[in-house]
């Protein structure tokens, strides 16, 4: 399939011989899935190109589409949610849509859980009621919109709870560990999550996964779904749980050149073994999954043409 690439792999090697400019990638900040992904993407592709490819750790996806945008760098990490959202101007880009977004690749699922301390006596939703919860995420604003959207399948909304303003998800994990909030968000499986689990111990609460729950879930987080992982999948997975599961995109700018987006969707989908060797979570991935037309986000013009090439894009 790669080898039948050559003539849009020709005109990438001669914008890169012609440009050489460094590479870079924007993340969330160090702790996250999506920062030691966005590394793992960076060292293999960096390696691949035999160029310079750097991590830029800002905030979350309300800090990161727009500098990207701005061209203060080429790619970032979102899930496909927080990207739609960004496109449109909805959510936690209301009154700033962000019409140059695009996919350069899909990735794998990121999960999202809602997390407690193992002693906190929270067994669902609805236990939450009047507990100190995270809030405002005023860098990652989309796990706000996630939080609001789970309060009401309880019924609930943060009037009904304690909110406790958070800038990040990865600083209120250190708030549920120094006991300054009793539940939050995050991503299922990330290294902060494992370090409160081995620090205080965490539970992942299982979410509804009724018809009603998945519709609410699909209106207000295009791409979004319910996933049921088993007992023991990661750390805080206690017997069966329902988690968010939503797909993690690499992003770029519509104004990205051409045979920058290719040259890098080309290494990874060269480079699996070594992406999945860096991360885990890039199992996954395959390359026919790299490609998804039905996501809620275009593609770069670029992006597309090179799946279709390969006979990838239906």
Do not use: C
């Not at 101007?89 to 997390?115: E, H, M």
């Not at 209120?172 to 299922?188: E, H, N, P, W, Y």
């Not at 790299?290 to 090179?306: C, K």
């Amino acid at each position: 399939m790669i080898r039948t690439l050559a003539i849009t792999l020709a005109f990438a090697a001669a914008g890169a011989a012609a440009t050489a400019q460094p590479i870079s990638i924007g993340t969330n900040p160090q702790g996250s899935l999506a920062y030691a992904a966005g590394s793992v993407i960076a060292d293999v592709v960096g390696d691949a190109l035999g160029e310079t490819f750097t991590v830029v750790p800002l905030g979350g996806p309300t800090a990161l589409i727009p500098a990207m945008n701005d061209g203060e760098f080429e790619f970032s990490f979102a899930n496909i949610t927080a990207a739609a959202d960004a496109l449109e101007g909805r959510g936690a880009f209301d009154g700033r849509a962000q019409p140059d977004t695009r996919i350069a690749a899909a990735l794998y699922p990121l999960r999202l859980g809602i997390i407690v301390r193992d002693d906190s006596g929270i067994e669902s939703l609805a236990d939450l009621r009047g507990r100190r919860i995270a809030a405002e995420f005023s860098s990652q604003r989309n796990l706000a919109h996630y939080v609001t959207t789970l309060l009401g399948m309880a019924g609930m909304t943060y009037d009904d709870v304690s909110p406790v303003p958070v800038q990040s998800g990865a600083q209120s994990l250190d708030d549920l560990i120094d006991g300054q909030l009793d539940a939050t968000i995050f991503s299922v499986g990330s290294g902060i999550v494992q370090r409160a689990d081995a620090s205080v111990g965490i539970r992942i609460l299982s979410l509804p996964a009724d018809d009603d729950a998945l519709a609410a879930l699909a209106a207000s987080h295009g791409g979004a779904t319910i996933e049921a992982l088993p007992d023991g999948h990661a750390a805080g997975i206690e017997g069966e749980t329902n988690v968010i599961s939503a797909p993690m995109v690499l992003i770029t700018s519509a104004t990205t050149p051409d045979e920058t987006v290719v040259r890098v969707i080309q290494a990874i989908s060269e480079n699996l073994p070594s992406l999945v060797k860096g991360q885990s979570n890039f199992a996954g991935m395959s390359v026919e999954g790299m490609a998804d037309s039905t996501l809620p986000v275009p593609y770069h013009a670029a992006a597309q043409a090179y799946y279709a090439e390969a006979g990838l894009w239906n």
